[in-house]
T-cell receptor
Framework: DGGITQSPKYLFRKEGQNVTLSCEQN?????MYWYRQDPGQGLRLIYY???????QKGDIAEGYSVSREKKESFPLTVTSAQKNPTAFYLC?????????????FGPGTRLTVT | KNQVEQSPQSLIILEGKNCTLQ??????????LRWYKQDTGRGPVSLTI?????NTKSNGRYTATLDADTKQSSLHITASQLSDSASYIC?????????????FGTGTRLTIIP
């Protein structure tokens, strides 16, 4: 899991509540990412940010929001508009390695919404 | 649509035996192919990254191969250990340097039994 921390490891919320997942990295990486992992499916990109104060939507951004006020931090808010929020959420950061970007993942947060 | 397919979905082998996991992809343009190991409830950890010009790469007991012509990759694990029990995810990157998009396979769940 390197220098990426996600908290909490487990999170429980009632339907209709917004919830914010934390992601912090001390690797001095410029780019950060949020993915969602569901059973039987590959990881899907929610949002990504290549520099501070800038971020782009991924493939499944609806119902989510992010901010990137500091290089080290990239919090993800799961809003009440997200229809199926229960999932395993993974944060990643990357740096350039040769001709590609090596991505490092955090330990993940398992969110359960009932 | 870019796709990454992995086989088998799950595999059980005896400790000490070798095994090979398969990955087929239809991703264009191709930038690089990665193999990750993901322990249950944890974030993925990178094993190898291969670009178009590389057809084999090793990381300890893990050896990945890439055939860019047939769009196939394999991950060979030698002398398996109980700690190899995990999901192995094949990931293919497209796009240009600095603007890559990753397509994730659904993984092969490997179980090593004593």
């Amino acid at each position: 899991d390197g220098g990426i921390t996600q908290s909490p490891k487990y999170l429980f919320r009632k339907e209709g509540q917004n919830v914010t997942l934390s992601c912090e990295q001390n690797l001095n990486h410029d780019a950060m990412y949020w993915y969602r992992q569901d059973p039987g499916q590959g990881l899907r990109l929610i949002y990504y940010s290549q520099i501070v104060n800038d971020f782009q939507k991924g493939d499944i951004a609806e119902g989510y929001s992010v901010s990137r006020e500091k290089k080290e931090s990239f919090p993800l808010t799961v809003t009440s508009a997200q229809k199926n929020p229960t999932a395993f959420y993974l944060c990643a950061s990357s740096f350039a390695s040769g001709s590609t970007y090596e991505q490092y993942f955090g330990p993940g947060t398992r969110l359960t919404v009932t | 649509k870019n796709q990454v397919e992995q086989s088998p979905q799950s595999l059980i082998i005896l400790e000490g035996k070798n095994c090979t996991l398969q990955c087929n992809y239809t991703v264009s343009p191709f930038s690089n192919l990665r193999w990750y190991k993901q322990d249950t409830g944890r974030g993925p950890v990178s094993l190898t990254i291969m670009t178009f010009s590389e057809n084999t790469k090793s990381n300890g007991r893990y050896t990945a191969t890439l055939d860019a012509d047939t769009k196939q990759s394999s991950l060979h694990i030698t002398a398996s250990q109980l700690s190899d029990s995990a999901s192995y995810i094949c990931v293919v990157s497209d796009g240009d340097f600095g603007n890559e998009k990753l397509t994730f396979g659904t993984g092969t769940r490997l179980t090593i039994i004593p």
